[in-house]
């Protein structure tokens, strides 16, 4: 049976106030999003001897200098990633071969920042399928590094809130947006996505891409992260952020949050 080694979480001062703190439905990062939070960061698998560890936050960061010192010349995974919101959304996989990799004798870094990978057999879930319908604003950091279909949040009968295929953006199972450009492979962006019941906007970076207008059709749900059935490429992501509501006024400042500390366009 394996162990599981436990750390308390870094306790630090926050400066300003979170752009995020707000958040009332779903925050899983790198970095810590909501002031109020007071959790761990996520549950690491090292691949040694299969023993887990709660990693936290220092300075408001992911511990990476605890994840080094636990892995050692190993690899080690995402079991657990725990949702900063307050309500205990936490997304896992309690199947190693399926964890998403997060240290490999050292991070995947874009600008500095760690990376989680997930290949086409790798993903985070939710245990149970969630019906997510009515307005929706999202934000991912991703970067695709094999050519195909991304899918951010998909169940298992193929109703997802949004996937990525390439000209078509899909948000909800009928329900597609036309982009341009699109999101193109090797290539960090930040996607936001804010979908009405009566408008489509897609954001790429901080540019609008696209819009659609007209009753949006088709169910939205929230299972796994990152995955579509059957087309799963290979990916990096740092942080995701959904909120149940229409965010579009607040929006600008929080692409504007996440860019200054990924630095992604």
Request: hydrophobic share 35%; proline share 3%.
């Amino acid at each position: 049976m394996r162990g599981i080694l436990r750390m308390i979480p870094a306790s630090y001062g926050v400066a300003n106030p979170f752009v995020f703190d707000s958040v009332n439905d779903l925050a899983f990062s790198v970095r810590k999003v909501n002031s109020a939070y007071i959790g761990n960061c996520m549950r690491i698998r090292r691949s040694s001897d299969n023993t887990e560890l709660e990693i936290g936050f220092v300075g408001g960061e992911l511990d990476t200098s605890a994840i080094s010192t636990f892995c050692g010349a190993g690899f080690g995974y995402v079991a657990k990633w725990y949702d900063q919101s307050g309500n205990t959304q936490d997304k896992l996989n309690t199947t190693a071969i399926n964890q998403p990799q997060i240290y490999n004798n050292g991070f995947t870094l874009r600008n500095g920042k760690p990376y989680i990978s997930a290949t086409n057999t790798q993903w985070l879930y939710f245990p149970t399928v969630k019906n997510v319908s009515g307005n929706l604003t999202f934000f991912m950091t991703y970067e695709k590094l094999s050519a195909g279909n991304v899918a951010m949040l998909v169940d298992g009968s193929n109703s997802y809130t949004w996937l990525d295929f390439g000209v078509n953006q899909y948000y909800s199972t009928n329900y597609t947006n036309t982009i341009s450009p699109t999101f193109a492979i090797n290539t960090l962006y930040l996607h936001n996505g804010i979908t009405l019941s009566n408008n489509v906007k897609t954001f790429q970076n901080n540019t609008l891409v696209g819009e659609r207008v007209g009753t949006r059709t088709g169910g939205s749900y929230l299972r796994t992260l990152p995955a579509y059935v059957g087309t799963r490429p290979t990916i990096l992501f740092s942080e995701f952020i959904f909120y149940k509501s229409d965010k579009t006024a607040t929006a600008i400042d929080m692409r504007n949050d996440i860019n200054n500390y990924y630095s992604i366009f």
